[in-house]
């Protein structure tokens, strides 16, 4: 006989978090299943799945009680993400983006800060994006040109951001801005929430992407915009250490949508292969295709031990979150990738078509390879946690 609180217990998640897997799944497939297709044959917002989301709490679930949220934990967000990237990757990016878009402020922010942004944010009055990368810098997020000066008791921001997900929706922007052009790199930098209504503050035409398509992905453009200067997030240079910290907890959020896009198009493809004959008999009764069936399973079940293992860590806050933050992410995405490539692979000529959903999957899990750091970076950030011995 083991204890109820014995190491067991380590490899299962909790009845809460079964139910809320059971309350998720049930919104995705009745309200945001049926209109996946269309979000993404025209590039247009999930409105349905926003509407959805916000009516059954699941569309910024991180936030706190004490500012109107419901409390989810790191794992429970993760699977709020899960389930509903099993459906549609581009609303999935709703509950994911207004978590990376307002990560910082729970991390850094002022009791002022949280208790004006959070609350409309968990009521679903406003959603939360963020900005941090630029044309050229890429990768090296230490070398943006934006940048912010003081005035008096406010901050002028000039500049722009790329690749802003959910841009031009959102009201809420966390911005990272240049404030001491003197001082040393990766020390000079510091963030700021800009709202959609600041004068200045404007979007870029809307990106024509391979996957995504329904979630909005534009610039940002600043041309003197003042802001308060209570609206600085933490102290002055400590942005990229925020933006960093922040990425450690939402990475993971990335792991999360990759497992539910290759949920998504193994879901699918045995369906497919079950139904579908060929030869006589149906196709999974060929020991070719019951392989990779074999091997997708079970790099989909290790890519969502790594996600739910990384998940437990952004909610203690371990010192080790960043080495497990990157991997999860990283090896998720990966095996996406490679789930949604044989779930097309299964489909045979069908499967190239838009007439089943697994192309839309594989054109949407490329992605997860890419933002939140590339999966070079990931590696990187990996390796340097060894080499330090914090891994």
């Known amino acids: ?75 429970a967000t993760c699977i709020v993400i899960e389930e ?19 990560m910082p402020l729970m991390l850094a922010g002022s009791a002022e800060l949280k208790a004006k942004y959070l609350p409309p944010l968990a009521r679903g009055e406003a959603g939360f994006a963020y900005g941090l990368s630029e044309r050229e810098a890429g990768s090296d997020t230490a070398s ?38 003197d001082a040393r790199r990766g020390s000079n930098v510091s963030a700021f929430v800009v709202e959609k209504s600041d004068p200045g503050f404007g979007f870029g035409a809307k990106e024509r992407k391979l996957g995504i398509k329904g979630s909005p992905t534009r610039e940002l453009h600043f041309d003197n915009v003042r802001i308060p200067a209570d609206r600085m997030i933490g102290t002055r240079g400590e942005g990229l250490k925020i933006a960093l910290r922040t990425l450690d907890h939402t990475r993971v959020t990335i792991g999360a949508q990759a497992v539910g896009i290759a949920q998504g198009a193994l879901d699918f493809a045995l369906g497919y292969v079950k139904e579908r004959s060929q030869f006589g008999k149906h196709l999974a009764e060929f020991q070719g295709l019951q392989f990779m069936l074999a091997d997708m399973a079970m790099t989909l079940e290790a890519a969502r031990s790594m996600v739910y293992v990384a998940a437990a860590k952004s909610e203690r806050g371990d010192s080790d979150l960043p080495f497990f933050g990157a991997a999860a992410k990283c090896y998720a995405s990966d095996v996406a990738m490679q789930i949604t490539t044989d779930a097309v692979q299964l489909l045979g000529g069908y499967g190239y078509t838009r007439d089943f959903p697994v192309e839309r999957m594989m054109r949407d899990a490329k992605i997860t390879q890419i933002y939140e750091g590339t999966n070079q970076i990931q590696r990187v950030v990996m390796a340097r946690e060894l080499l330090a011995g914090r891994a």
């Open 1 to 75: 006989m083991t204890s109820k609180n014995s190491t067991f217990d380590l490899f299962r998640i909790s009845d809460d978090h079964v139910q809320l897997r059971e309350a998720v799944r049930l919104v995705a497939e009745k309200k945001i299943a049926p209109f996946a297709a269309e979000v993404d044959e025209q590039a247009a917002f999930p409105q349905e799945a926003y509407d959805a989301l916000i009516a059954s709490d699941f569309h910024a679930p991180h936030v706190p009680a004490e500012y109107d949220g419901v409390g989810a934990d790191a794992l």
């Open 84 to 102: 509903v990237a099993r459906v549609c990757a581009s609303s999935s990016l709703i509950p994911a983006v207004n978590k990376l878009g307002s």
């Open 144 to 181: 943006m040109k934006t940048r912010a000066i003081a005035d008096g008791d406010e901050w002028i921001i000039n500049g722009q951001k790329s690749w802003i997900t959910n841009a031009g929706v959102a009201e809420f922007y966390t911005v990272l801005a240049v404030t001491d052009p």
